[in-house]
């Protein structure tokens, strides 16, 4: 089982401010995956990564962007926050192989006024 | 388009009640289905991996299979405590998303 970090959990920020979640991880999986989930809604992807230096759009549109500069780590930023980035974002890593199990962390629910 | 339909949305037991969730998928060229629970406020937590037909894992009171258009996942004597969203999620060969259904909120009564 992987263990997998989020910081903040919780978030409650103005309109415009630029904001980082931060997603790490100590299992040393190679890729490392952030979804959105609303209330009652299924998970939707947003930005996945193979390893360093390789970041990946998901399905799901969104105005967020990521890094991988290190194994451990795969910050999401927000350059101007909306209301409309109201949500729950999930980090989640796998191992890759036939397995890929992804592992979740534990989430940061994010308010915009 | 691949999609994941999940029954019932919800679903009431008493204590020692056993029933079954559904899991159904018209992915093409299966490479997983997975189940997660998840507790309010909290992430998914990985339960199983399922990979073709016919498969069974177990865990404690939780039993997951799989036919080539749906799994299910039983739950055998609850208790209060398996109270939570059941998610069931999909992966197709070549894709590195997992597709995820709306999930089942189960409530155990004691």
């Known amino acids: 089982e992987a263990d997998i970090y989020q910081t903040p959990r919780y978030l409650v920020i103005g309109t415009g401010k630029k904001i980082t979640l931060e997603c790490s991880q100590t299992m040393g999986h190679d890729k490392m995956y952030w979804y959105q989930q609303d209330p009652g809604m299924e998970l939707h992807l947003i930005h996945y990564s193979y390893g360093v230096n390789s970041t990946e759009k998901g399905d799901l549109s969104s105005e967020s962007t990521v890094s991988r500069i290190r194994t451990e780590h795969f910050p999401l930023t927000l350059e101007s926050a909306r209301p409309s980035h109201t949500s729950q974002y999930l980090c989640a890593s796998s191992v890759g192989g036939r397995t890929d199990t992804q592992y979740f962390g534990p989430g940061t629910r994010l308010t915009v006024l | 388009e691949d999609q994941v339909t999940q029954s019932p949305e919800a679903l009431r037991l008493q204590e020692g009640e056993s029933s079954s969730l559904n899991c159904s998928y018209t992915?093409?060229?299966?490479?997983?289905l997975f189940w997660y629970r998840q507790d309010p406020g909290k992430g998914p937590e990985f339960l199983f991996t399922l990979y073709s037909a016919g498969e069974e894992k177990e865990k404690e009171r939780l039993k997951a299979t799989l036919t080539k258009k749906e799994s299910f996942l039983h739950i055998t004597a609850p208790k209060p405590e398996d109270s939570a969203t059941y998610l069931c999620?999909?992966?197709?060969?070549?894709?590195?998303?997992?597709?995820f259904g709306k999930g089942t909120k189960l409530t155990v009564n004691p």
């Open positions: 992915v093409s060229g299966l490479r997983g």
């Open positions: 999620a999909t992966k197709e060969g070549g894709s590195e998303k997992l597709v």
